[in-house]
């Protein structure tokens, strides 16, 4: 159907039916033109399916969707359209082993739930490339992911599973740490509140060194504090010598302990309460590193 030009009569406004078809090859491009839906709902194309420059208009009333495809199967998916459809794009439970795809491609509203990709390439300037290992790579496909219209998690994971198995692991983790801030829109309140707080912390188990800047810049800043000003000691002549660091490390690390903090306290309400606030963190930050491993490992 190269150069075919379709219009969907009535007010279903459907172009094309091929619901349950099997072909070995489906040849939509050469500026094939669709006023209306186009339906590959259950389609079965054991080789090359092509939209490569082709229009899908959608209904005249722009009220339904450009192209279902929900449960298609297809070896080779050409999706490189002209310009991206004016309705919405349904691939819920579709299958393909090779996805193209450009800029213009997709509309504001995808359905991704259940869509399975082996590997993606994108059209960039007449000439397709592989799209991982570019810069902005992840940012363009969960910006995609995110064109759902609600959250599921299925797309997120099918992406990082990309990625991981093209052996870039930490876009992987990106697309994953994106799931979780996505996911956190959803959440009551107070969910909301502990997953910005694991976010910070540790970014979701996925950015474990969060936690080291944290305990990094604390220790700079208790150590600084308390260095500046003399205690008072809990028992005058016992226990060891002030040091500073190791009283701020010793406020930080809630298990265990160093032998300071019940040694010496401070007359200063500020000082005193800065100690407080330096265990209030301490607890905090070892909650969030464990929760947020934890999860990692759960999920991986």
């Known amino acids: 159907m190269r150069g ?19 072909a070995s090859t489906l040849d939509f491009s050469g500026g094939f033109t669709a006023n209306g839906t186009v339906r590959l709902r259950g389609t079965r194309i054991s080789d090359n ?48 082993s090779y996805l193209h795809d450009s800029d213009r491609s997709w509309p504001e509203v995808v359905e991704l739930d259940g869509f399975v990709y082996g590997s993606i390439k994108v059209d960039e300037d007449g000439e397709r490339r592989e799209a991982v290992g570019r810069r902005d790579s992840v940012a363009r496909r969960v910006a995609w992911v995110r064109r759902g219209p609600d959250y599921n998690p299925q797309p997120y994971e099918q992406l990082a599973g990309w990625y991981r198995k093209a052996g870039h ?15 956190r ?23 474990p060194w969060l936690a080291g800047v944290w305990l990094l810049s604390l220790t700079l800043l208790g150590t600084l504090a308390f260095g500046a000003h003399s205690p008072t000691p809990a028992k005058r002549g016992e226990g060891a010598p002030f040091q500073p660091l190791v009283y ?21 309400g500020g000082l005193q309460g800065l100690a407080y606030l330096l265990i209030a963190f301490g607890w905090v930050l070892t909650t969030a590193v464990i929760a947020g491993v934890t999860r990692a490992l759960q999920k991986n």
Do not use: C
């Not at 075919?4 to 099997?22: C, E, H, I, K, M």
């Not at 829109?185 to 950015?207: F, N, S």
């Open 4 to 22: 075919a030009r379709l219009t969907g009569p009535g007010p279903s406004g459907v172009a094309l039916v091929l619901d349950n078809a099997a």
């Open 49 to 96: 399916l092509s939209f490569e420059g082709a229009f899908l208009n959608g209904p005249p009333d722009g009220a339904g969707p450009s192209l279902v495809a929900m449960l298609m199967q297809a070896v080779d998916f050409d999706f490189t359209l002209a310009r991206p459809p004016s309705g919405i794009v349904d691939l819920r439970g579709a299958q393909v």
């Open 169 to 183: 692991d930490d876009d992987a983790r990106r697309v994953l740490l994106a799931k979780q801030r996505h996911r």
């Open 185 to 207: 829109r959803t959440l009551p309140r107070a969910a909301r509140v502990w997953g910005h707080l694991l976010d910070a912390t540790v970014g979701y188990g996925y950015r």
């Open 248 to 268: 701020t490390l010793d406020l930080l690390i809630p298990i265990g302990g160093l032998g300071q903090r019940t040694a010496w306290y401070w007359p200063n």
